[in-house]
């Protein structure tokens, strides 16, 4: 052989060699570099939905949190204080005026009261419907309806009718300082 055959052998060889190296190795690598950058592009496409739509769901709850902060003093007057007291029982005694039932109110200890109520039962329930659509947040904790036949008076020495009922209900009035008593206390558990 000579030197040009040589060259000639070798250079196929390493052609060969070049082309097995090729399809063994370089071409199933650009196959994977395309799935993954395949891959790649769906993800980035996903996060750009997911970015999207976290973008509308914040300013969703931006315009929610701007909403309640705007109500939050309707909220905060709902709550019963030391100063809205007075507020209260004169309210509580518009509505037994209203409902034509007589009311006796027995400030125990605050924010508790117990109520004793006599009128028929329509009207103990329209007052009950009124206490239960105040303003004010409450919670009936404890609530007794007594028929008042073959009794002689109620509150002090006033007479009733015959179809009248007593009505005793002991409420509880959520505070401002009971909403932060329960927060600190979930927050602590």
């Given at each position: 052989?000579?030197s040009k055959?040589?060259i000639?052998l070798?250079s196929g060889?390493?052609?060969i060699i070049v082309?097995?190296?090729?399809?063994?190795?370089?071409?199933?690598?650009?196959l994977e570099i395309?799935q993954?950058?395949?891959l790649?592009?769906e993800?980035n496409?996903k996060l750009?939905?997911?970015q999207k739509?976290?973008?509308?769901?914040?300013?969703?709850l931006e315009?929610?949190y701007i909403e309640?902060?705007?109500?939050?003093?309707?909220?905060?007057?709902g709550?019963?204080?030391n100063?809205?007291?007075?507020d209260?029982?004169?309210s509580?005694?518009g509505i037994?005026?209203n409902t034509?039932n007589?009311?006796?109110?027995?400030?125990g200890k605050?924010?508790?009261?117990?109520?004793?109520l006599?009128?028929?039962?329509?009207?103990?329930m329209?007052?009950?419907g009124w206490l239960e659509?105040?303003?004010y947040?409450?919670?009936?904790?404890?609530?007794?309806?007594?028929?008042?036949?073959?009794?002689?008076?109620?509150l002090?020495e006033?007479?009733f009718?015959?179809?009248d009922?007593?009505?005793?209900l002991?409420?509880?009035?959520?505070?401002k300082d009971?909403e932060?008593d329960e927060?600190?206390?979930l927050?602590s558990n």
């Amino acid at each position: 052989m000579n030197s040009k055959q040589k060259i000639y052998l070798f250079s196929g060889i390493f052609l060969i060699i070049v082309i097995i190296l090729f399809s063994g190795i370089v071409k199933p690598l650009c196959l994977e570099i395309k799935q993954t950058a395949k891959l790649v592009e769906e993800r980035n496409n996903k996060l750009l939905i997911l970015q999207k739509t976290d973008e509308a769901y914040l300013r969703n709850l931006e315009l929610e949190y701007i909403e309640i902060k705007d109500r939050i003093s309707l909220i905060e007057s709902g709550f019963l204080n030391n100063d809205s007291v007075v507020d209260f029982f004169i309210s509580l005694e518009g509505i037994a005026s209203n409902t034509f039932n007589r009311l006796e109110i027995e400030a125990g200890k605050f924010p508790e009261f117990t109520f004793h109520l006599l009128g028929n039962f329509s009207n103990s329930m329209k007052f009950l419907g009124w206490l239960e659509n105040s303003k004010y947040f409450l919670n009936i904790e404890y609530l007794s309806m007594e028929g008042l036949r073959n009794q002689r008076s109620f509150l002090g020495e006033e007479l009733f009718e015959q179809d009248d009922i007593k009505t005793v209900l002991k409420i509880k009035n959520y505070t401002k300082d009971q909403e932060i008593d329960e927060e600190q206390n979930l927050k602590s558990n």
